[in-house]
């Protein structure tokens, strides 16, 4: 069975076009903003049995179900850390159909767990090209490229997604703006992160990493003042 990494790799002209080129645990693994509209991904993790195939059988098996439920299998191996399987049964959905909904999303989430950010950058930029307007999309973008250090990129990101991300979503814009502070911080824009990590604790005042992030800023201003 081909591997999904030549697929991927395969994109990298179309998405050349588009642009395309663990930290605080409490953040470092966010995911998805919120479950795409219209897409279930409960079931994921309904039959885990199904997702310990050996490397041996998981072709056949693979070929026994039909794109809806290699989909759900490829997200319980990858919410399992069997990352090959997850790979083998997303590329078995993409030889047939390219434009299976969110697969690319979902594809780079995966990538970004397997950290090979260059490859989720792809995938993001893909899934955006087919869902325009998607606020997870822009934020897991916005994240892989922050993970490079391509700042620049990332705040683009994270502010499309702020743009676009309902705004009764407050926990979700609490970690947006809680990432742009430090893709603030990192590049030196102190003011700009001191910013961000109080619109952050407006969402979440009781939050202490917040504070303690808002007073390491305050510190590299030469202030001494408490993250309120």
């Given at each position: 069975m081909k591997v999904a990494y030549p697929i991927l790799c395969s994109l990298f002209c179309f998405c050349s076009v588009l642009g395309c080129g663990k930290e605080d645990p409490k953040y470092a693994n966010i995911g998805t903003l919120y479950a795409p509209a219209n897409y279930a991904v409960k079931n994921a993790q309904t039959d885990t049995n199904k997702a310990n195939p050996t490397r041996q059988n998981i072709g056949a098996k693979l070929k026994q179900m039909s794109k809806d439920e290699i989909f759900q299998f490829a997200l319980a191996c990858g919410n399992q850390g069997n990352y090959s399987e997850a790979l083998a049964a997303y590329n078995e959905i993409l030889e047939n159909d390219t434009r299976y909904p969110r697969i690319y999303y979902y594809l780079g989430l995966l990538y970004r767990d397997m950290g090979l950010q260059d490859e989720a950058i792809c995938a993001f930029q893909t899934d955006l090209a087919q869902n325009p307007g998607s606020p997870e999309t822009h934020y897991n973008l916005g994240y892989a490229y922050q993970s490079k250090g391509l700042y620049s990129d990332a705040t683009n990101e994270y502010k499309q997604s702020l743009h676009l991300i309902p705004a009764n979503k407050t926990l979700q814009r609490a970690n947006i703006h809680y990432n742009l502070g430090d893709v603030y911080f990192s590049s030196g824009a102190i003011d700009e992160a001191i910013d961000?990590?109080?619109?952050?604790?407006?969402?979440?005042?009781?939050?202490?990493?917040?504070?303690?992030?808002?007073?390491?800023?305050?510190?590299?201003?030469?202030?001494?003042?408490?993250?309120k």
């Open positions: 961000e990590y109080k619109k952050a604790l407006g969402f979440k005042p009781e939050d202490k990493a917040l504070q303690k992030k808002l007073v390491l800023a305050y510190r590299a201003k030469g202030l001494d003042k408490k993250g």
